[in-house]
Every structure is written in C-alpha cells, then in structure tokens.
C-alpha cells in the first residue's frame, strides 16, 4: 500500500482466529489505528502476524482457525507474534483419524474445456514436443551433456516441429544399494521420466556398461535398441556420433507430431509452493486451490505434494479421502515419513526455512494450514507413493518431500504436464520437462519480478480481485500455456533446475 497511515490493514481469515497478518508493504508502525479499534503496540512487518486479543502464558494462538501454536510467555493485545514467542504444538495424531467422513459431494462437471496437445500412441497426451534422453548412471552426464549441445547446434534446426532436446541427467545408478527396498523409489522415478508423455513415445537411454541400474530397466520391455553404452564404443568422438545419430532418427520422427484438440481431461497438473511467505495461504494458494477444482470439474488429474507441508494438517484432509482405502494411504505416506525423518534425526522445525520465517510463517503447522488450501475442495481419489505414476483422473496427494528439486522431479515421474508453482519470497526454479507457472502472493514481488512471474495473486491481499477470479486466472493460463498459445517466464528465459532424485535407500 502507498499510504499505510490512512490505510492500515490486517488480514484476518476466520472468526476463531486470534491473530491476523499485516497487509501494508513495508508493515506498519508502532501506535498505528485500526478501524476496528485496535492499535499496534510497536512495528510489525508486512506478512507478520499482530495479536487481536491479549494472550496469557500458554494460551492457544490461532489462525486458519486451527492452533498454530501456544503463547510462551504474555502476548499484548497489538504487539507482534513474533517466532519466539510461539510453542509449537504436536502434530496430529496418526491412528485416530477421521477417515471419509466429510467427502466433498461431486462438483457440476465443467463442460467443453479443450487444450491443443501432442496425442500418443498410447492415448497418453503431451504438452510440449521433447526428445529426451535418459541417462543410466551419472557416470555418463559429462558425455551427454557434450552430445546435447550439438545435437542442439547442427541437428535440433532441421526439426522445427521439436521443442527441445532434453538430457535426463540424475546422481543415481551406482555405488548405491541397488536391491535394498527403498531403490524402488529412484528406480521407478527415473523409469517413469523416460517415457514422460512429452516425449511423444520415443525412448532414448544413454548409459556406461557396469552401472548397478542396468540400462534395460529404463527401456519398455527391456529392449537394447534404445540404449548407447558408451563402454562398447571406440573413443569418445564416436560416443557423440552414436548419441547423435541415434538422436536424430527420434527427432525425425517427433518432428511428425502437430498439435490437435484435446479435452482438459487429459492434463496432469502438478501443484507446489516454494519461497512461501504468510500470504501464501491468504492468496496464492487458496486461487491455486480454485483453480484445482476447476480442472478436477473439468476431468483433469490433479497432484499436490510436500509430505512436511502436509503432515501438520493431515486431520484436516483424511476426511476428505474418497474413501477408507484412500484415507488409510494418506495416512500411511505420513506414518512412512515420520519414520524417514526419525532416522535422519530431524526434527519439525526444519521446516520452514529461514526465508519463509523472514515472510511471517512462524513454524510448519502455520506453513501446513496454508499450504494446503492449494488442495482446494474436491474430494482426494487416490494417493501416490514417490515416483509412482499417476492413474485415476481427480485430486491426487503424490507424496514427495518439500524440497523444490525433488517435490518437481517425482511430480515429472508421476506424468505431470505442467506445475504451478506459488511463491511469496521469490524463486527463479523452472523444469526443462514440463512448464513452470509462477503465481505470487504479492503485488510487491511481481513488480520487483516483473520478468519471472507469470500471474499475480497478491491483488486478493488489496481487495482488487477475489479468490474465484484469480483462480480463473490460472485456470485459464494453464490451458494457454499447455496448447503452447503462452509462454512461462521459466520457459523464455531457459531458466531450468537440475532433476534431483529421492533416493532414502542407502549409497554403498
């Protein structure tokens, strides 16, 4: 706000709650007069909560209208709720549960919604037109790497219809325990990566000779006419040749695909919040949920993530599940992690970071409670364990960590087309694979980030726009961007992060 003395303003979000957010750029000073009545005790910063009633030594604090929290020492009624002053609460429970018990009833079906997409063979669609090229073991990226670059120069030309040619490097594949129960998660991911939708059903895999993740395990029934080993080939010049000539027999064939109208149905849409502030939960989020129900309306498969931004808010989604099956799942990716970190010895407070603290989040039940308006309010048909792909239409919680990198790859391997990605701090992530689409919390980052954000949610905080309409917003520039009409700040600027696998299994 230009004029924060004439116009101070808080956010509350629900009748329960005892704290509010400060939505004036740069927070407001000490002796500041609400019209309500209330006035600050001492500055607060834009994001930060200030507590609407007195609070004596541990006395609940709440937002969201659930506790985030209990006073640790007398909080004054106008003062700043700052971290210290906040006990975290335990997380839920996991054995008792509500499960199914308040299923959202099916939404009016959205009719007639259609993209322009790239169909497959196998009746699978993809958004973009890529050849990538999956690497076996880590071993051979440096190589690969040198192959894509011309490929790129002297090949990618003659194919105009082709996007791009993307090389799937990762840090799997050996020195790991290759038969220990938890390798299913890296493995499938990085099977799954392979035949992603956008690569238009060519398969390509480049890999060493003596890896433990044998390269056959990335090719569809094992075939080896997909796969360069560069222990069989003499010298490295004839490593390239051998890449780009097999590279260019798939180009060829990819630059025969063209685009054709497809229903929304056959989207899958990845949801995640990374550089997250206090206004996370207020704007982007909850527009990113209505979006998610729209695109749920309209037939589409739909991923939320981040176990650790989910766990602290599990009672609230359980009875959303569509069923007992489907509750016991959810609860069972909890159970999984809370055991994963247990052994890592870390603890709750790893999350938020330090940036997101800096943006009013006081602790992750806090950052869970607004997280998960990004699951808007259609009922949770399936959950997926990491790197699994996706199979029902609908909401779908795929279980990933938190981690920007990871959360992004497992979504790739679980089919997703295209991510919407919320941020309150600011983050330049992208995905060469897939499309990113940047939504910010505030109208002061997307001006800061005029040439990085794709849709601005911080006109919610101003009262320049509701909810419903920014999620239209998106709604509608998903499509614009999957039928390849729009393009992602991420995608111009060839702003893309290195995958980054989830490997809990033990490294040897």
Not at 148 to 167: F, G, H, M, T, W
Request: proline share 5%.
């Amino acid at each position: 706000m230009s004029d924060n003395t004439n116009n101070p303003r808080y956010i509350k979000l629900n009748d329960k709650d005892n704290v509010a957010i400060i939505a004036n750029a740069g927070g407001l000073s000490e002796g500041t007069l609400f019209s309500c009545g209330l006035t600050l005790t001492e500055y607060v910063p834009e994001g930060h909560k200030v507590a609407l009633i007195h609070l004596e030594k541990d006395e609940p604090i709440v937002r969201y209208g659930e506790v985030i929290g209990f006073a640790h020492s007398t909080i004054k009624k106008g003062s700043w709720v700052k971290e210290s002053l906040v006990v975290m609460n335990t997380p839920p429970k996991l054995d008792d549960l509500p499960i199914a018990n308040k299923v959202p009833e099916q939404a009016e079906a959205l009719e007639g919604y259609t993209f322009e997409g790239y169909r497959n063979e196998d009746g699978t669609v993809g958004t973009k037109n890529v050849l990538g090229i999956t690497t076996s073991v880590q071993c051979v990226a440096g190589v690969l790497d040198y192959a894509v670059k011309r490929i790129k120069e002297e090949i990618l030309p003659k194919y105009p219809n082709v996007d791009d040619v993307v090389p799937l490097n990762h840090n799997y594949g050996c020195g790991v325990a290759i038969n220990a129960p938890e390798a299913e998660i890296p493995i499938r991911t990085v099977q799954n990566m392979a035949v992603h939708p956008n690569f238009g059903g060519e398969v390509l895999v480049v890999g060493l000779g003596c890896e433990k993740l044998v390269p056959t395990r990335l090719t569809p029934d094992g075939s080896t006419e997909d796969i360069v080993s560069l222990q069989d080939q003499i010298g490295f010049t004839n490593m390239i040749d051998s890449i780009m000539e097999m590279a260019d027999e798939r180009l060829a064939r990819l630059n025969k695909r063209n685009r054709v109208t497809c229903p929304v149905s056959d989207l899958v849409i990845g949801m995640q919040c990374g550089g997250s502030d206090a206004f996370s939960g207020v704007t982007a989020n909850p527009a990113l949920g209505y979006a998610a129900d729209l695109l749920v309306r309209a037939g589409a498969t739909v991923l939320f993530s981040e176990v650790t931004e989910v766990r602290d808010a599990i009672h609230l989604l359980t009875p959303r599940a569509v069923n007992e099956d489907v509750g016991k799942a959810l609860i069972e990716e909890m159970r999984w992690y809370d055991h994963y970190l247990q052994k890592g010895e870390a603890d709750r407070s790893a999350n938020p970071s330090p940036g997101n603290k800096v943006g009013g989040l006081t602790n992750v039940v806090e950052k869970s409670l607004g997280s998960i308006a990004k699951s808007g309010s259609s009922p949770i048909v399936d959950v997926l364990s990491p790197g699994e792909r996706a199979t029902k239409k609908g909401l779908n919680f795929a279980a990933t960590p938190a981690s920007d990198f990871v959360c992004g790859t497992l979504q790739l391997a679980s089919g997703m087309h295209l991510q919407v990605f919320t941020t309150g701090r600011g983050t330049p992530y992208g995905l060469s694979m897939a499309p990113v689409v940047k939504v910010a919390t505030r109208n002061a980052l997307t001006q800061q980030w005029h040439d990085l954000i794709d849709v601005n949610a911080g006109t919610i905080a101003t009262g320049e726009a509701a909810i419903e309409e920014v999620g239209w917003e998106i709604f509608d520039y998903i499509i614009d961007v999957a039928s390849g009409h729009k393009e992602t700040w991420a995608d111009h600027w060839g702003i893309h992060n290195d995958l980054s696998l989830f490997n809990p299994a033990p490294v040897t």
